[in-house]
């Protein structure tokens, strides 16, 4: 019988891409936090049993941060502020996941390269994250979601992004 259990589990097809689409918050480091949305499509790769790479791009694009105060001073309101963010770079990330496992939250970190761009200005800064991938289904590729804490390093426009994605490996 446990013959027959471990085949099985061994037979279980490994996912070749996964694609995420999702939206989320930056907070920043001056004016307020926003809104906006991030799309990924990474190659997936399992150098060893229960440890799956994920090499890709991915796009962030946030909103403009809400202008403070609805009552202008005395001389007029300031000027609108335009300072969107997006983000688009490569990334690499790992996860952990095993087939028989009774917990199906699996754990996943990211780094990566990215120009970020706002007001007028882009910079290639390095960016890291890390977060929770709950899958839709107990084994094999399919949808899932993913949450997680995404820092920037040496940009000082904003301090970090909290990008909750649905995903789907196949």
């Given at each position: 019988?446990?013959?027959?259990?471990?085949?099985?589990?061994?037979?279980?097809?490994?996912?070749?891409?996964?694609?995420?689409?999702?939206?989320?918050?930056?907070?920043?480091?001056?004016?307020?936090?926003s809104f906006g949305g991030?799309?990924?499509?990474?190659?997936?790769?399992?150098?060893?049993?229960?440890?799956?790479?994920?090499?890709?791009?991915?796009?962030?694009?946030?909103?403009?941060?809400?202008?403070?105060?609805?009552?202008?001073?005395?001389?007029?309101?300031?000027?609108?502020?335009?300072?969107?963010?997006?983000?688009?770079?490569?990334?690499?990330?790992?996860?952990?996941?095993?087939?028989?496992?009774?917990?199906?939250?699996?754990?996943l970190a990211t780094i990566?390269?990215?120009?970020?761009?706002?007001?007028?200005?882009?910079?290639?800064?390095?960016?890291?994250?890390?977060?929770?991938?709950?899958?839709?289904?107990?084994?094999?590729?399919?949808?899932?979601?993913?949450?997680?804490?995404?820092?920037?390093?040496?940009?000082?426009?904003?301090?970090?992004?909290?990008?909750?994605?649905?995903?789907?490996?196949?």
């Amino acid at each position: 019988m446990s013959v027959c259990g471990s085949l099985e589990a061994q037979s279980i097809p490994s996912p070749h891409w996964v694609v995420g689409a999702g939206g989320g918050a930056i907070l920043r480091t001056e004016q307020g936090s926003s809104f906006g949305g991030n799309l990924r499509l990474s190659r997936i790769l399992q150098p060893m049993t229960a440890l799956f790479l994920e090499a890709g791009v991915a796009a962030h694009g946030y909103s403009s941060s809400d202008q403070s105060g609805d009552v202008c001073p005395p001389g007029g309101c300031p000027p609108i502020r335009d300072d969107g963010i997006t983000l688009l770079g490569f990334e690499l990330g790992a996860t952990y996941r095993k087939a028989s496992a009774a917990n199906p939250l699996q754990p996943l970190a990211t780094i990566g390269l990215y120009d970020s761009a706002s007001e007028g200005t882009s910079l290639i800064r390095f960016g890291a994250s890390a977060g929770l991938i709950v899958p839709f289904r107990r084994s094999g590729p399919g949808p899932g979601l993913e949450v997680r804490y995404f820092r920037m390093f040496g940009d000082p426009r904003f301090k970090s992004l909290i990008p909750i994605s649905l995903r789907w490996t196949f």
